[in-house]
């Protein structure tokens, strides 16, 4: 039985990657590229995966403190950790870039002087939340880095990601922790392309991504994408269009990730935490609640299989009100905290009015 409930992992060296597009990048074609793209927004832009997110969440947690909560700090993940899903070619040029400003790609990813280090802590903090649950020390922890990791390539950096944190925790699992088997579940708004790029072919990886469909960025995520040779069916992608929310999300929990991890007995289950599918990040419509509930069903299965061995790791999520609310209603939930599960939006309002205006329409002597 593990010493404790459940930990949050964080450390503040991961506040350093604060890309700033007022200061000088390297110079080059990117750069001149994406200063025009800006140049026409006509509006002032700022790098939307900043330090304030995290500050954000630890904020809530020291007004509103959550009984049993235990905090952890990280480490930074070593260029071997690193290098059992990224390229040497990739972490070279990532090396390469420590203690400058610069552009990796057209989507506006950047680094400034503290960013590498930062990914590398990112990336180890995932690391040691995993070690925490195989070690017994926790049940569950929450791993609150960045910058993201899901739409990381082995070769690439995309979509504010550097190393794809998840993908390093599932493979140092694997490989120095005794997991045969690992499950990742992620459920940010946008498909997780980097983390199935590389388990794309292993089958000891399972994948599922519930998502908003392409064309919403990153363009991937399809249905029918399901992984190659052996590992055919270890990937599964449940595209959702726009505005979807609880009842999808749910429904997608109980008939598709649920029967998945039963079939496939995972030994740990890590979870891509993406905050953007609430509303107020506009891409899609679940609730606070709705995260509880997705939650609780994905910690049954945890327990079910894998002597409740579950930790999260943190995505995407921009607003900064639902983002702190949103991580600090799953870290409730898994501190054993119940929320009412949520029905379809203002069905039960409109039920209620039903009831009250019903005589206005009905002769009492008809019911």
Not at 189 to 215: K, S, Y
Not at 339 to 359: K, L, Q, S
Request: proline letters at 6%.
């Amino acid at each position: 039985m593990p010493n404790g409930t459940i930990a949050l992992f964080h450390d503040d060296r991961m506040l350093a990657h604060e890309p700033n597009v007022d200061v000088p990048f390297l110079p080059g074609r990117l750069d001149r590229r994406i200063r025009e793209i800006l140049a026409g927004l006509n509006a002032q832009w700022k790098y939307p995966e900043h330090p304030g997110r995290l500050r954000a969440v630890m904020d809530l947690l020291s007004a509103q403190p959550i009984p049993g909560l235990t905090t952890e700090t990280g480490r930074p993940a070593t260029r071997e950790e690193l290098g059992r899903v990224h390229t040497t070619h990739y972490l070279d040029f990532i090396e390469d870039l420590r203690d400058k400003n610069a552009w990796l790609d057209v989507d506006t990813t950047a680094v400034s002087t503290g960013s590498v280090l930062a990914a590398e802590v990112a990336a180890g903090t995932a690391l040691a939340a995993v070690e925490s649950v195989i070690e017994g020390r926790y049940r569950h922890a929450f791993a609150l880095v960045r910058p993201p990791g899901h739409h990381a390539e082995p070769v690439r950096a995309r979509g504010f990601c550097l190393f794809n944190n998840v993908a390093v925790a599932a493979a140092h699992a694997r490989s120095e922790l005794g997991c045969e088997r690992v499950m990742i579940l992620d459920w940010d708004a946008h498909h997780g392309n980097g983390t199935q790029d590389i388990f794309w072919a292993d089958p000891d990886v399972m994948f599922i991504d519930i998502h908003r469909a392409a064309p919403f960025y990153p363009g991937s995520g399809l249905m029918e994408e399901v992984g190659v040779g052996m590992a055919e069916g270890s990937t599964v992608n449940v595209p959702l269009p726009g505005g979807s929310g609880d009842v999808a999300y749910l429904k997608a929990m109980r008939e598709i990730v649920a029967p998945a991890a039963d079939a496939f007995r995972p030994d740990i289950i890590l979870v891509s935490a993406g905050f953007d599918t609430h509303w107020y990040d506009l891409a899609l419509n679940v609730s606070y609640e709705g995260m509880s509930v997705m939650t609780e069903i994905i910690q049954s299965v945890a327990e079910r299989h894998c002597d409740g061995r579950l930790v999260f790791v943190l995505e995407g999520g921009y607003n900064l009100e639902s983002l702190s609310h949103g991580v600090h209603t799953v870290l409730r939930t898994l501190a054993g905290e119940r929320f009412p599960e949520p029905g379809a939006a203002g069905v039960a309002e409109v039920e209620a009015a039903a009831r009250f205006h019903r005589n206005a329409f009905l002769d009492p002597d008809q019911e």
